[in-house]
């Protein structure tokens, strides 16, 4: 069965009626709190031996001397299908395969779906309305009272990605709730804001502006990363919507300055220039997890690439 990454975040003492999870998708930080959240509710349910291994035929089934279950994490989904899933059901222990999204992946995610005890949970960049759980839970926890325009504001503003969403609420506790506006939410959430988004509404422009802007900028791989997925916020936007007035409607509010140029780069966009913005997407994020170390040009390589698609 599926299980939705945010009801494990948000339920403390969540615990799956199966044996057997598979944790995948493109989100890497969101899969690696999970997992965690796994692990640490796991063992407040009974004593486990945790047992790192590569593959389902690396697991070595025996019993410790203290005749602990053993929870086997498993880093790849190599050997996983029908036949190991009823095989490793049938077991005591606990197997949690982590996998990024995959072809292979995919199939076997599909092969498995409705095979009882065992649970796929699915990874991918937060959508509102992820975050608006998760920001009222925190809110709750927390006893911060915003008005609903300021957390409207904050819903825009909080990063798609889950750990750095959480960085970002996190700096909500040092602030008196009495103070808090939307000044001092931009400058607490986005305090390079402005020049990313300067960026993004240069790309109806030249090359050349473009790659002046983006060297000005951009200095290291932590700015082009930082730089990469603030961008990566607007294009989901403009994947998100078809109609132009659901589009205009959602622009976040902050953006009120950019909203016109927005728009007409949203206008430009049609259905074979959105499939070119997701396979573009998809190859980036790939290659900047592969090379870290060459973010700065693959940024740049990405806008010039982005801004191709939207004047073809």
Known sequence: MKVDPIRIILEP?????????????????????????????LKKTGQFEIQRIMNVGSIDENFSLFNKKKLFIVNSIDGLGKVSVSFLKKSNNIFMFISENSPKTNSIKKSILNEKNISIIDCYELAKDSKLKILNNFLNQNNININEGLFWDLIDMLDNRYMLLEKELAKLKEIDSKNINYKILKKTIFNNDELDDKIFFKLINSSEIIVNSYNSAVTNDVEANKLYFSIKKFTNLILNYEDKNDFENNIPRYLFREKKDFISIFSKFNLNKKKKLIDLIFNTDKAMRKNSGLSVVMGLRFLLNLKKIIIS
């Open 13 to 41: 003492d969540f615990k799956a009626d199966c044996n057997i999870y598979l944790i995948s998708g493109n989100e890497i930080t969101l899969m690696n709190k999970i997992k965690d959240f796994l692990i640490y509710n």
